[in-house]
Nanobody, 127 residues
Framework: QVQLVESGGGSVQPGGSLRLSCTVA????????IGWFRQVPGKEREWVSC????????TYADFVKGRFTMSRNIAKNTVDLQMYNLNTGDPGAYYC????????????????????WGQGTQVTVSS
């Protein structure tokens, strides 16, 4: 059974850092890519970053480029999202999800390309 569990959320001040983790089960990270999304109440889920299954290539939304870094550990079945210099535009529930395409060298930037989602982890940024 494919499962994803996010962890690492919390509350930080503007300029602070957090490291989110997505622990996966039921598949290996060199078969399916992973995407990170975030959502705030009343708004649609927003793509943040993704990592391809083949080659581990990463892509980032413009609003996180230079601040967020995505990485994976295939042996540990984890995908991390390191977030630096968090600002008041970053709060929300952060979700990881699996790409529907297997063995891809590119990753997807829209939610319809992802099928299994975790339950989310909350990030709060306030002074």
């Amino acid at each position: 059974q494919v499962q994803l569990v996010e962890s690492g959320g919390g509350s930080v001040q503007p300029g602070g850092s957090l490291r989110l983790s997505c622990t996966v089960a039921g598949f290996t990270l060199d078969h399916f890519g992973i995407g990170w999304f975030r959502q705030v109440p009343g708004k649609e889920r927003e793509w943040v970053s993704c990592l391809s299954s083949q080659g581990g290539h990463t892509t980032y939304a413009d609003f996180v480029k230079g601040r967020f870094t995505m990485s994976r550990n295939i042996a540990k079945n984890t995908v991390d999202l390191q977030m630096y210099n968090l600002n008041t535009g970053d709060p929300g529930a952060y979700y990881c999800a699996t790409d529907v395409e297997v063995f891809s060298r590119t990753c997807k930037t829209t939610a319809e390309h992802y099928d299994v989602w975790g339950q989310g982890t909350q990030v709060t940024v306030s002074s």
